[in-house]
């Protein structure tokens, strides 16, 4: 069965310093993973995606994440953090078809200036 | 090229009344899903719909019922609703080909308060 855990709920970082948002994922099969951003009455809007390419995925923002399938990871990270990254972030599995997406419970970032 | 598009925006209901939420789907995509974000939590998976019939379907109660259009637009259907249907209802649109393999789309949702 699928399941994806967001190891914190909440994450503090100054602005200019590194992003690290880490999400572990239990999956049958080869997933695809992704990480969507939702800012504050705002949709969901998806940073990057892996779908069994390149283990180390580039996104939107200065984002990526590297797949580590030995550690069942897909952690996302960002060298400089933004005031404008400030949002609620969501890893997600997909096995197969979208009728078994699962969202993680989110991690919300905040910057400090 | 519009995005995906959902209204209302906001509504209130009372327990035991019924609601509709649309969702029209971004130019040329063929697949509406969706979800179910109560506050603080990760969107949960409603059902999806492809060519116009239920395509997958998560644990949620048949009150929870969808249509799709043969322009892709979709509703969601809410019967007898519960205080615990609070939430924001996202709908997601894509263009199904490879399976997970296509990137979903979505909408601002709509924000239903029951009371």
């Known amino acids: 069965a699928q399941s994806v855990t967001q190891l914190d709920s909440h994450v503090s970082v100054s602005e200019g310093t590194p992003v690290l948002l880490r999400c572990n994922y239990s999956?049958?099969?080869?997933?695809?993973l992704f990480w969507y951003v939702q800012h504050p009455n705002k949709g969901l809007q998806l940073l990057l995606k892996?779908?069994?390419?390149?283990?180390l995925v580039k996104g939107i923002n200065g984002f990526e994440a590297e797949f580590k399938k030995s550690e069942t990871s897909f952690h996302l990270t960002k060298p400089s953090a933004h005031m404008s990254d400030a949002a609620e972030y969501f890893c997600?599995?997909?096995?197969?078809?979208?009728?078994?997406?699962?969202f993680g419970p989110g991690t919300s970032l905040s910057v400090i200036p | 090229e519009t995005g995906v598009t959902q209204s209302p925006t906001h509504l209130i209901k009372t327990r035991g009344q019924q609601v509709t939420l649309r969702c029209s789907s971004q130019?040329?995509?063929?697949?509406v899903s969706w979800y179910q974000q109560a506050l603080g939590q990760g969107p949960q998976f409603i059902f999806q719909?492809?060519?116009?019939?239920?395509?997958g379907r998560g644990n949620f109660p048949p009150r929870f019922s969808g249509l799709q259009f043969p322009n892709y637009s979709s509703e969601l259907n809410v019967n007898a609703l519960e205080l615990d249907d609070s939430a924001l209802y996202l709908c997601?649109?894509?263009?199904?080909?490879?399976?997970?393999?296509?990137?979903?789309?979505f909408g601002p949702g709509t924000r239903l308060t029951v009371l």
């Open positions: 997601a649109s894509s263009l199904k080909g490879l399976a997970g393999d296509n990137e979903q789309f």
């Open positions: 999956s049958s099969y080869s997933p695809s």
């Open positions: 892996y779908t069994s390419a390149a283990t």
């Open positions: 997600v599995v997909s096995e197969g078809s979208y009728d078994k997406v699962i």
């Open positions: 130019s040329g995509h063929n697949t």
């Open positions: 719909y492809y060519r116009e019939e239920e395509n």
